[in-house]
């Protein structure tokens, strides 16, 4: 029940917030998420729900730059 359900992802591009992502229907703890390439300054993400549990944890987030 504490498995994330959905996310969206969002990158802050020249001021302004972008969605660069999400994912609806997750059933793995480890999700790799493939964003829009943009140049940011700043991600944030919407943990958006679980199968059951009122809460939400987040361990960790990497973010790389993509190829060229």
Partial sequence: PELLKSLTA?????GQWVEVGSIDNNRTR?????????RTTAIRLHLKGTYGRPTVKLFEVRCYEGKP
């Avoid at 969002?10 to 020249?14: F, H, I, L, P």
């Avoid at 480890?30 to 943009?38: E, S, W």
């Fill in 30 to 38: 480890l999700i790799r998420l493939d964003l829009t390439k943009v």
């Fill in 10 to 14: 969002e990158a802050r591009v020249n």
